[in-house]
């Protein structure tokens, strides 16, 4: 268990999901910050550390790539030496890994297992939390656990397994300090403009048709960018060596074609006119469904925000920021 430490290492803190953690920390705790991404941070109304406030003196940033600039990264733990490291950082775009499936490998596998196997000789290091994610277990029946049964569908999650099964070698065989979570469709403000919910507002805005692949069919759950930062949190603090967590709500999953139809019910837009239904799918799983009773348990940890909430408050976000946001690009930029 890590219940105090001085400093903290994010390797992803540009994603959506490591800016948000970032945030969490500088609010709640009094923890130095150490931001490492691969492109330089993006402008304030993506990063929510960055959003409406001044930078904090806690927070440094270091713009390096795990693939390319590892010996400059491990220099740079080596200097701070942070007791914690998590590590956000991941080609993590489905339909697109099987464009590129080496890409996907090299940073969701290869270089977890080249910095992973570095670190393991840092006595700094007290833990180590490695974000996964629940595609590992492909299509999934409702409420399962850690325990279930890996079965990937796609590139991204096949590469994502491989890196968490060598980061459970080094925890079975050096006691390496890892703890990981595995969260079901994140979302809230300041995210990729390309994610369904962000680019339905925006594309209902836009009077722009709404691509429903597969119909809009599969089944998903989403919680919150800032309940996910706080469960990362609990994970580090009271989370066990060599266990998964899930972090999920308890809400009974909703077909993507009714999400739509929420926000354009939300928004005063005809759901049928402003969507088209597509047969492809990209091979993407139906379903994601998690118990997140462990992290509950052991974490003390609950989903706070609401998703009707957390929908508003998109709307808001992008109503506000729209004349940045209209020109921005709205579809996956993918970089080598």
């Not at 991204?156 to 459970?168: C, H, P, Q, R, V």
């Not at 300090?177 to 979302?187: E, G």
Request: proline share 3%; aromatic share 12%.
């Amino acid at each position: 268990m890590v219940t105090d430490f001085k400093k903290i290492a994010v390797l992803g803190s540009n994603s959506f999901t490591g800016s948000h953690f970032v945030d969490h920390v500088l609010k709640n705790t009094d923890s130095e910050v150490l931001g490492i991404s691969r492109s330089e941070e993006y402008k304030p109304i993506f990063l929510p550390y960055l959003y409406l406030k001044k930078r904090s003196d806690r927070f440094k940033f270091a713009q390096y790539d795990l693939n390319k600039d590892l010996e400059k990264i491990i220099g740079v733990l080596d200097a701070e030496k942070p007791e914690v490291i998590v590590n956000f950082a991941a080609q993590g775009e489905v339909r697109n890994s099987w464009k590129w499936p080496e890409q996907w490998f090299e940073t969701n596998c290869m270089a977890v297992v080249r910095l992973a196997d570095k670190l393991k000789e840092r006595d700094y290091l007290k833990r180590y939390l490695n974000v996964s994610t629940p595609e590992v277990y492909g299509n999934t029946g409702r409420n399962i656990s850690e325990s279930h049964h890996y079965k990937p569908s796609t590139p991204y999650a096949s590469s994502k397994l491989a890196g968490d099964i060598f980061l459970m070698n080094l925890f079975k065989r050096y006691n390496f300090p890892v703890v990981s979570t595995r969260s079901a469709n994140v979302y809230g403000i300041h995210q990729q403009l390309y994610r369904i919910i962000p680019r339905t507002i925006i594309y209902l805005k836009s009077n722009r048709t709404i691509e429903l692949h597969g119909g809009g069919e599969a089944l998903r759950s989403f919680i919150h960018a800032r309940d996910v930062a706080d469960g990362t949190l609990r994970a580090i603090k009271h989370g066990r060596n060599g266990e998964f967590y899930h972090l999920a709500t308890e809400k009974e999953e909703l077909k993507i074609r009714d999400i739509v139809h929420k926000i354009c019910d939300m928004m005063s837009y005809d759901f049928d006119r402003s969507t088209i239904s597509l047969s492809e799918n990209f091979g993407q799983d139906s379903i994601f469904s998690l118990d997140s009773s462990k992290a509950r348990k052991e974490l003390g940890w609950k989903p706070e925000e609401g998703f009707d909430k957390g929908i508003s408050e998109m709307i808001r976000w992008i109503d506000k920021e729209w004349e940045t946001i209209k020109t921005s690009p709205l579809d996956y930029v993918h970089k080598d």
